[in-house]
């Protein structure tokens, strides 16, 4: 039998603070109303939050890699857009390849201007967030997209469908947390993009190309959007032109909340699906416990504000610390 | 390409209407956004068919494209063009209230069309022409009781709203119609919640899905327009909740394809011809000196799965 003392409990308490803010929320609300807790709801949680989850495993690499991405929202908008409008016109299957290849040639553009021309993400990615608006207007021409035949197409597969009573978007987000964690902890590439985003100039001076894994993250980035967007217009078969507005920030909630630094070079996917997970029953839970609307906006931040704190608490192994 | 078909309607309506009446009134419109939905491209359309067919009236037709600068300037062209009336759809409620002002001054009657402008500038407004939301809130009450009275369950029936982004002003005033009306026409029918689903499919999809776990009994839900409607509709459907009654407002073409399916029960007509005909009646009314209450509201009646058949499906 393992021997554990007080230090140990404490080392896994500061490596897991997060973990722990998410059990009490889970805890709390599961009391507040046991239904929260059901198979049904926190299934239907997790496959409502597997849109944002996935943008966000994409753009924890930009984050890790010492960059911002404010355009996902938007670009979300665009590959639903996009893929609903071409479905009625060149089928499924083509369809989808054209939206990932315009959606990929979005982020290419981006990782480009960021990574080669050194231009500051957060300007870039927030004039692609009203350029790609725009962008998506002109496409739909303001109309909502929707696809005719609703029932008659295996385009339902992807946000509908089950397979062995798990629903697919909540497949497709789990695989690619797992591929994409394994890129990030397990590949050269994944170190190079902590080193990229950790030291910048360190990492020039041994030799990684800096701009082509900034690049590369921008374009993967883009590629996860795809999917949140593929995952979307699958799920609805149709669409506002403002789908995915106001999920840049959502998305980068939950990046910062799963633990990444802002400054580049820390965080990990584990974490952001935490993050997510736990942006996701906040929201599920406060419906349930059927507060005021108004106020849930209140208790949303509140909650995330306690989150950071009980994480940061415990890797300082205090719960208050003033600065000096 | 505008430009001359534009200039071309203003000859002929011109050309008509001398040779009809002896006074022609020259009535200048400008637009919010031609283009950016279907809604206003079809409004703008049924307006000038609208201008055509009477030949007392000529019409100056322009489009700000969302711009409130370029809105400013248009108004400030109709008031030296010395046109009799001028109709404006705000691009901004409260930043065309100095141009507003100016025409007032000139002594041209304006009328504001389906979105109205702060209240400080109703000063210098004749009429507005537009939709009334507390009446759709209230039409939407009534349909929903209807419905539960011929299914034999106003006496127990459980409802919930999804109302629309919050702090809009469509979105409170569709909500108080419906929670007004719902318990005068059917006092034992319980709203049991309302959450906000912003105007959005996919949020009202999440709310929904919160709402069919919270409650195992839901017999009706009021969304705040056809959209969100549809998004509690998918909801139900993934959930396999039969038996829902679904009312929305101004329908939308997926609201009127659920409804052809058998999903939906019912919504508001909104229609964008009515709208703008509606303003141009208004324009004529308040130059032939009738008088016109300042909301001078255009009828947008109920429709459910019974009477579709006599409406179009919407363009939008």
């Known amino acids: ?324 | 390409m505008n430009m001359t078909t534009r200039m071309a309607l203003v000859c002929t309506t011109a050309l008509l209407g001398g040779a009809a009446a002896a006074e022609t009134m020259t009535i200048g419109i400008t637009q919010n956004n031609v283009g950016v939905d279907s809604y206003q491209t079809t409004y703008e359309k049924a307006f000038i068919a609208a201008a055509e067919a009477n030949p007392d009236v000529e019409a100056v037709v322009l489009d700000a494209g969302g711009d409130v600068a370029r809105q400013i300037a248009q108004m400030e062209d109709l008031i030296q063009r010395d046109v009799d009336a001028i109709i404006i759809w705000p691009t901004n409620g409260e930043a065309v209230i100095p141009a507003v002002r100016k025409a007032h001054q000139a002594n041209i009657p304006v009328v504001v069309t389906n979105s109205n402008i702060a209240e400080q500038g109703f000063d210098f407004v004749a009429s507005f022409s537009g939709p009334d939301n507390i009446t759709q809130g209230s039409r939407a009450a009534e349909i929903m009781c209807d419905r539960f009275t011929d299914m034999g369950v106003e006496g127990e029936a459980r409802v919930v709203q999804i109302s629309g982004q919050p702090g809009y002003t469509t979105a409170i005033e569709r909500a108080k119609g419906f929670e007004d009306r719902l318990p005068e026409v059917c006092p034992d029918v319980t709203l049991v919640e309302t959450q906000p689903g912003d105007w959005s499919r996919e949020k009202s999809q999440q709310v929904m899905e919160a709402f069919l776990v919270k409650y195992d009994d839901i017999d009706g839900v009021y969304a705040g327009d056809d959209n969100m409607g549809v998004g509690a509709l998918n909801a139900a459907k993934d959930a396999d909740r039969d038996g829902i009654v679904f009312v929305g407002a101004t329908n939308f073409a997926v609201g009127y394809e659920a409804m052809a399916d058998g999903d939906y029960w019912g919504s508001i007509y909104q229609s964008p011809v009515d709208d703008a005909e509606a303003a141009l009646q208004t324009a004529i009314d308040i130059l032939n000196g009738e008088d016109l209450p300042f909301l001078n509201y255009f009828d947008t009646p109920k429709i459910t799965q019974e009477n579709m058949d006599e409406f179009e499906k919407p363009v939008f």
Request: proline letters at 2%.
């Open chain 1, 1 to 324: 039998m393992a021997q554990f003392n007080k230090s140990d409990i404490g080392a896994l308490l500061a490596k897991q603070g997060i973990l722990i803010a998410f059990a009490v929320f889970m805890i709390g609300f599961t009391l507040a109303n046991p239904r929260f807790i059901e198979l049904d709801n926190v299934s239907g949680v997790i496959r409502s939050s597997a849109i944002l989850g996935v943008m966000a495993l994409g753009v924890t690499f930009v984050v890790i890699g010492g960059n911002l991405d404010l355009s996902v929202g938007s670009m979300m908008s665009f590959s639903t857009i996009v893929v609903l409008d071409l479905h009625d016109k060149l089928g499924p299957g083509l369809a989808i390849v054209a939206m990932f290849a315009l959606t990929l040639a979005l982020g290419a553009f981006i990782g480009f201007l960021v990574g080669y021309l050194k231009l500051n993400s957060l300007i870039v990615t927030l004039g692609m967030l009203s350029a790609i608006h725009g962008l998506t207007l002109t496409w739909s021409g303001g109309k909502n997209m929707d696809i005719a035949d609703k029932s008659g197409t295996w385009f339902a597969f992807f946000g509908q469908a089950r397979v062995m009573g798990v629903p697919v978007p909540i497949l497709i987000f789990a695989l690619l947390a797992v591929l994409l964690s394994l890129l990030l902890a397990k590949t050269p590439f994944g170190r190079k993009v902590y080193a990229v985003g950790g030291n910048g100039q360190a990492a020039t001076f041994s030799g990684i190309p800096r701009a082509r894994v900034v690049f590369m993250t921008y374009l993967l980035s883009a590629f996860c959007v795809a999917t949140a967007g593929l995952l979307q217009a699958s799920r609805s078969m149709g669409s506002q032109n403002t789908v995915g507005q106001g999920m840049e920030l959502e998305v980068l909630a939950a990046v910062i909340l799963g633990g990444a630094s802002l400054l580049g070079g820390s965080g990990t996917v584990v974490k952001t699906v935490i993050g997510v997970l736990i942006l996701g029953f906040i929201q599920s839970g406060l419906l349930l416990v059927g507060l005021d609307f108004y106020v849930q906006y209140i208790v949303t931040w509140i909650i995330i504000i306690l989150a950071v704190w009980l994480d940061v608490a415990a890797k300082r192994g205090r719960l208050w610390s003033p600065i000096a």
